[in-house]
């Protein structure tokens, strides 16, 4: 699946592509109508082919930075999360060549999408069939022309070899100019370039303005092969004439049936194509087209002067192209930290290209490189598209900039904050802060993003953090409330932003909280000599092997985080997705049907719930793993019960999987209500029909 994941993902960016393209195409289409058809006919498939080709060297959109921006931003917010993945979107390969993850709407899209190319193709395929079943009496005139019974008007079928199918009453005379149009269709290969955007609309399908894109390229098609037939009056009055016919045949995206009469009749009658001076003007705005489809990033530098070091440079500037430079890049600065798992590890802020300047510093492309203390690397994430309001190739770092890191998010793993200045508007002043009291033209503001220092790799892990203070703007510590964790602030506008970590997205989001809620991000601070970072093993064992392996590390509250999960190690090894969440107990599930010593269960503290995921070590995978939070007991109760009992999104839960009886569990709760009060009860989920039965609980007053 993972591998239509990464198509969908593809071609629906190449749909958004294509939805800017197709009105260029349509206004150009309208003001080249003196132009040969033959040329629109070229722009149509310029256009049919950037829409499946992902490989160019800039995007249509990148005329416009804001308009690239918001691109970029639209595939970021589809639900899939590229692994290593350090910008919005590197480029089309970088969801081919690092891991992904996708959320259950994506899923849902692609089966979709999935679905629809099938049905397209299917419903084509049989209106194929249906079309060539009604040919009868087939007889050979010359070549691939045939006459046949059963079709009231001339079709033309064909990929690569083009035939053609008259009906068995039309006579020679009434058919000598659309032999010659038919040729027209045969010499230009119209046949693949049908069929080539067809393809296009199959995997765009959802696409509605590929649609009209493939509707106008047949009308422009049969038009081209109009152009070349004279006399045009003569063709016209034969065409014309089978006007009434043209309609009754079976219609289908793979056939080329005579159409549009009246609008082609229009054409040849009254409508002259231009001279030289309109081919001309027609090549050249085709070329254009082409550069904006393909090459519009590399124009753009050629126009600012070219990026190969002979444009003239300020004084006391060096060019930094050098191949050596361009492959490791210089190094800006650098800090050292350690990984999860204790290991010493640097962290480098490089340029990958751009300019030194001994006095401004350097400014250019930039990268953040994760190596270990031999200088061997293990990660590069690229800071392109990071930062809303910083061009790529304008970020900007001083002499003698410092990194920080920091472990925010109280999970044993250290964070890295990469920033930048920018200039904006008030318009885009007013979209940040909210606010609408009148500022300088241009005001100053520091963007910071924040990326997670795993063991083996970098993790963006924050949107786009704002801030108007005085802090360092290339990298800084942020300010955290006094005995609070996972939470800090940031200052915008005289005013203080919450950033809270998310344990459910793995991410830093912003959220307005109240003195009661940050109170209740000082529960977990417990003030005693930290023993962070100390790693400690958890095991289950049957009569002579370890089953179950559970690692963790302790942060800087004491807990034990879960680092990771192994099935069998002593065997047939397996690691599973880390749970998120601190480490209560690893243990056997009582199984009412006799399989013993076949499923684990592993018990966590989440962020909203202590919790539980069941392990079935014979097929070495999640058996059944339980939310958490109360959501699904919140509906639960709904259900069955029908009472007024609800939950806070916030209101801790305790689940406990009592017993395992074939395809059902057993589960036992505890939880806070909205009214102060506790419910303790359980009930059966059968894992096969995936629904709840012998739902049973009891109702408690809080005793303060």
Not at 202 to 219: D, G, R, S
Not at 416 to 436: K, L, P
Request: charged share 25%; glycine share 6%; proline share 2%.
């Amino acid at each position: 699946m993972d591998l239509l994941y990464r198509l969908f993902y593809t071609a629906f960016s190449m749909g958004l592509i294509t939805c800017t393209m197709t009105p260029v195409i349509l206004i150009l289409r309208f003001l080249l109508s003196k132009t040969p058809k033959k040329y629109i006919v070229d722009l149509w498939m310029v256009l049919f082919f950037r829409g499946i080709c992902p490989v160019s060297m800039s995007s249509p959109l990148c005329i416009k930075k804001s308009w690239n921006r918001a691109f970029h931003r639209l595939l970021s917010q589809m639900g899939i999360s590229i692994g290593t993945e350090s910008s919005i979107m590197k480029g089309w390969y970088a969801v081919f060549e690092n891991e992904i993850s996708v959320d259950i709407s994506y899923k849902v899209c692609t089966i979709i999408w999935c679905a629809g190319m099938i049905g397209i193709s299917l419903f084509t395929f049989v209106r194929q069939k249906k079309l060539y079943a009604g040919l009868k009496n087939v007889q050979c005139v010359y070549g691939r022309v045939y006459q046949a019974d059963g079709i009231e008007a001339p079709l033309i079928k064909g990929v690569f070899f083009l035939t053609q199918y008259f009906s068995s009453d039309m006579k020679a005379n009434d058919i000598k100019y659309l032999l010659q149009h038919f040729e027209a269709h045969s010499k230009r290969r119209d046949g693949i370039k049908r069929f080539f955007a067809f393809i296009v609309v199959v995997v765009q399908w959802f696409n509605p303005l590929i649609w009209l894109a493939y509707y106008l390229l047949i009308a422009d098609i049969e038009m081209a092969a109009d152009e070349v037939i004279k006399p045009s009056n003569e063709y016209a009055q034969e065409l014309f004439n089978l006007k009434e016919a043209s309609f009754k045949g079976q219609q289908s995206l793979l056939t080329f049936n005579e159409r549009n009469i009246k609008t082609r009749v229009y054409r040849l009658l009254y409508k002259t194509t231009g001279g030289r001076q309109y081919k001309c003007l027609a090549l050249l705005v085709l070329f254009l087209f082409f550069v904006w489809a393909f090459l519009l990033r590399p124009l753009q530098m050629l126009w600012d002067g070219g990026t190969w070091g002979n444009r003239t440079e300020p004084e006391d500037t060096t060019s930094i192209f050098d191949s050596l430079e361009r492959n490791y890049g210089t190094v800006v600065a650098s800090v050292n930290t350690f990984s999860p798992s204790g290991l010493e590890r640097v962290i480098e802020l490089v340029m990958t290209s751009g300019t030194y300047d001994e006095t401004n510093g350097y400014t250019g492309n930039f990268a953040i490189r994760l190596s270990d203390n031999y200088g061997a690397s293990l990660d590069r994430a690229d800071l392109d598209y990071i930062f809303d309001d910083v061009e790529k190739g304008h970020l900007h770092f001083d002499n003698e900039t410092d990194l920080y890191v920091y472990d925010y998010n109280a999970d044993g793993t250290n964070e890295v904050v990469i920033g930048q200045r920018a200039e904006i508007s008030r318009i885009r002043w007013r979209e940040i802060s909210g606010r609408r009291r009148k500022r300088k033209k241009n005001v100053t503001l520091n963007e910071y993003c924040i990326w997670n220092i795993d063991e083996n790799s970098l993790k963006k892990i924050s949107d786009i953090i704002y801030s108007t203070s005085d802090m360092e703007y290339a990298s800084c510590q942020f300010d955290i409330p006094k005995q609070t964790t996972r939470l800090f602030t940031s200052e915008l506008a005289g005013k203080n932003i919450y950033y809270v970590w998310n344990l459910e997205e793995e991410k830093y989001q912003q959220k307005q909280l109240s003195k009661d809620d940050i109170r209740k991000y000082r529960t977990d601070y417990t003030g005693v000599e930290s023993t962070e970072g100390e790693t400690n093993t958890h095991t289950l064992n049957n009569n002579t092997d370890t089953v179950v392996e559970v690692v963790t590390r302790k942060d800087a509250t004491g807990s034990e985080v879960i680092k990771q999960i192994v099935l069998n190690p002593g065997r047939s090894l397996k690691k599973m997705k880390v749970v998120d969440g601190y480490f209560c107990d690893i243990q056997w599930v009582m199984a009412a049907d006799g399989e013993n010593n076949r499923y684990a269960v592993l018990v966590y503290n989440g962020l909203k719930a202590q919790t539980f995921t069941v392990y079935d070590l014979e097929e070495q995978e999640v058996y059944y793993s339980h939310e958490d939070g109360n959501s699904v007991l919140g509906t639960v109760f709904r259900g069955y019960n029908g009472s007024d009992i609800a939950f806070n999104d916030g209101s801790p839960a305790v689940y406990t999987l009592l017993e395992k009886n074939g395809d059902k569990l057993k589960i036992g709760f505890a939880a806070s209500t909205q009214d102060s009060k506790t419910v303790n009860g359980s009930y059966i989920y059968d894992t096969k029909l995936r629904n709840i039965s012998n739902f049973s609980y009891t109702q408690n007053a809080v005793v303060n």
